[in-house]
């Protein structure tokens, strides 16, 4: 199949424009509101029964994710981050403590190596950034495809993380996507 131009297009401009209004959210709105995501999400029954999740590791204009990794440590779930194999190409690697991580490939904080990875088989949830997102489950993201050929690895459930602010009421997407199955914001949880 062949990636729709037009889209893809469309989906530069408005990351663009996107990424802009995120780095330009109040960073007490950001505090405040990945301290409610955390609260959030502590009283949803996918997570509690969990035993193994992926989470990215926020970056400074995103929902800092650290809270949520290290409240799954505090409660003995394993934790696997996204470690850069190369362009477009993620995989999963356990850690123990954030010390496990440093920068990678594009600044982002990750497992040093592929000595701890994982099948995504394993996983029981996927927790999945964005730029910005649609109440119904799709998501524009960063534009490298990580997420949408990581996704599909998997029969986790994914749940997309993300600061209200950032939903959309549309955004281009092709078939290449790939949806999640809940929304997490400060607003609250949503299965779709």
Known sequence: MMINEEVKLQKKELRSKLIGKQRNLDSRYRESASKEILEVLKKQKDYLLAGTIFIYVGQETEVNTTRIIQDALAKGKRV????????????????????????????????????????????????????????????????????????????????????????????????????????LTEKGYSNL
Not at 82 to 95: D, F, N, Q, R, Y
Not at 111 to 131: E, N, R
């Open 80 to 183: 696997l981050v996204p470690k850069t194999v190369s362009l477009g190409h993620m995989e999963a690697c356990e850690i123990d403590s954030m010390e496990d991580l440093s920068p990678g490939l594009h600044g982002i904080l990750e497992p040093k190596d592929l000595t701890y990875q994982m099948d995504p088989g394993k996983i029981d949830i996927a927790f999945v950034p964005c730029v910005a997102f649609t109440k119904d489950g799709f998501r524009l993201g960063y534009g490298g495809g990580f997420y949408d050929r990581f996704l599909p690895r998997g029969r986790f459930k994914r749940i997309l993380v993300a600061f209200s602010e950032m939903e959309e009421d549309a955004l281009p997407w092709d078939v290449f996507d790939e949806k999640v199955h809940g929304i």
